[in-house]
């Protein structure tokens, strides 16, 4: 494993849980206004934005050097997306009677 060139990490991490932090209360504030249809979506970019965050930082992919890692992250995130486009597909297409 190859040591970071960050000049202090402990800042960034610190940095980063404070970030999780704001976006945690954005995630309770935005659970008490009525946004109507996209009052999901909105939570769904919230949590999108921190599990990013946590993904890169506390799981160390920002710093891997390894393609594979690299890879794996970009396939699960492929794979992700697909999941969503075909199940809002579905969503958009049901009858509602």
Do not use: C, Q
């Amino acid at each position: 494993m190859t040591a970071h060139s960050s000049s202090s990490p402990l800042k960034m991490y610190f940095a980063v849980f404070f970030a999780l932090l704001v976006g945690t209360g954005l995630t309770v504030f935005a659970a008490t206004l009525d946004l109507g249809r996209f009052n999901a979506a909105v939570a769904l970019g919230i949590a999108t934005i921190k599990a990013t965050l946590v993904a890169l930082f506390f799981m160390h992919v920002w710093h891997a050097s390894e393609k594979l890692t690299k890879l794996v992250v970009i396939g699960a995130l492929f794979f992700l997306l697909l999941l969503l486009g075909l199940t809002m597909s579905d969503y958009a297409t049901r009858p509602w009677s």
